[in-house]
């Protein structure tokens, strides 16, 4: 009876601390005062260099884009009806040969994000991280458009083109829109893909960036260091 009585007040202690646990954490946080610039600084560029490379290692993961409805590449909305019509026509498995290429194609070049967005970190001035960090919820994954879409670009597509080869998605794609080329009455298509596949591919790596940033910014617990946790803490009391 009396283990019985002792462990009740115990139990008590251990559940109300898991309840507020987060709250005495970002509590202590406040407590620290504020980042100074080089704090501001450092603790934002890790932020980053934590948020854009695990984006590049989720994403140049088999299945990074094909697995992820929100980013999985599909037809050109000009050949939608090259798939349409080489389904109708019992080709279906040549349509689904298409999109697993290309989307083999964009995880490939998936991994060669992360020293681009490094290089764009390093290069970040006490201004810009101060702007990213009290701006807008997207402020981050939007400078990262404005300062790499170009540097991807040209990273992405020699190897997309050459993963488009070795996957057979050149070939697939090119046979599709041959195929249906031959339709008769049928406006024609274009049969190179690779720039497209690049554009997709950069699209998609900035909406996994921009959902790595809004974790990071409205999530407590993405906060794995103290300094990331005194950044942003002072972002919470500051924030727009």
């Known amino acids: 009876m009396k283990k019985s009585l002792i462990l009740i007040p115990f139990l008590f202690i251990l559940f109300c601390s898991c309840d507020t646990l987060s709250q005495v954490a970002q509590t202590t946080v406040n407590q620290l005062g504020n980042p100074t610039n080089l704090e501001i600084n450092n603790g934002l560029k890790q932020a980053l260099e934590i948020g854009t490379g695990k984006s590049s290692d989720q994403l140049s993961a088999v299945n990074g884009f094909f697995g992820n409805a929100a980013i999985k590449i599909l037809f050109p909305p000009e050949a939608l009806k090259v798939e349409k019509t080489l389904r109708s026509i019992g080709l279906g498995k040549l349509a689904d040969n298409v ?142």
């Open 99 to 240: 999109i697993l290429s290309l989307n083999r194609a964009a995880e490939d070049a998936a991994g060669k994000a992360k020293p681009i967005f490094v290089n764009a970190i390093k290069q970040m001035t006490l201004t810009d991280v101060t702007n990213i960090l009290l701006g807008n919820k997207d402020a981050a994954t939007q400078y990262f458009k404005r300062s790499t879409t170009m540097a991807l670009a040209a990273g992405f597509k020699p190897v997309i083109e050459t993963s488009l080869n070795k996957v057979g998605a050149t070939k697939y794609y090119t046979d599709a829109a041959n195929a249906y080329n031959k339709v008769p009455f049928v406006s024609k298509v274009n049969p190179d893909i690779s720039d497209y596949v690049t554009q997709r591919a950069i699209e998609g790596l900035f909406v996994e960036i921009a959902q790595e940033e809004l974790n990071i910014r409205q999530n407590f617990g993405a906060r794995t260091t103290p300094l990331l946790q005194k950044v942003f803490g002072y972002y919470d009391k500051n924030k727009k």
